[in-house]
Nanobody
Framework: QVQLVESGGGLVQAGGSLRLSCAAS????????MGWYRQAPGKQRELVAD???????NYADSVKGRFTISRDNAKNTVYLQMNSLKPEDTAVYYC??????????????WGQGTQVTVSS
């Protein structure tokens, strides 16, 4: 079992910043991709950003230039620095971690979600 604990969500005014963290723990042999998704009311869950174990990053067009994803492999933790926040960034943000718990057993785990609300 792999557990993910998210933190850092909250209420912020437009133009403000927040930093999300997600720490993975449990039986972990290797972590491959770590990412953040979000789901706004009435909308589908969408990818915000992800990062490979080699450090390659991928961002949704809507957040490019404003959000930065990073990871600390020693701590099995992924971060999402969100700057210049807009009301349309309001959503529940979910952490996703893909990896292996043995040489042959893979996992694809999700966090419980953290609410981000941006007021205008």
């Amino acid at each position: 079992q792999v557990q993910l604990v998210e933190s850092g969500g909250g209420l912020v005014q437009a133009g403000g910043s927040l930093r999300l963290s997600c720490a993975a723990s449990g039986r972990i042999f290797r972590i491959d991709t770590m990412g953040w998704y979000r789901q706004a009311p009435g909308k589908q869950r969408e990818l915000v950003a992800d990062i490979t174990n080699g450090g390659s990053t991928n961002y949704a067009d809507s957040v490019k230039g404003r959000f930065t994803i990073s990871r600390d492999n020693a701590k099995n933790t992924v971060y999402l620095q969100m700057n210049s926040l807009k009301p349309e960034d309001t959503a529940v943000y979910y952490c996703n971690v893909v990896g292996a718990w043995t040489t042959w057993g893979k996992f694809d785990s999700w966090g419980q979600g953290t609410q981000v609300t941006v007021s205008s």
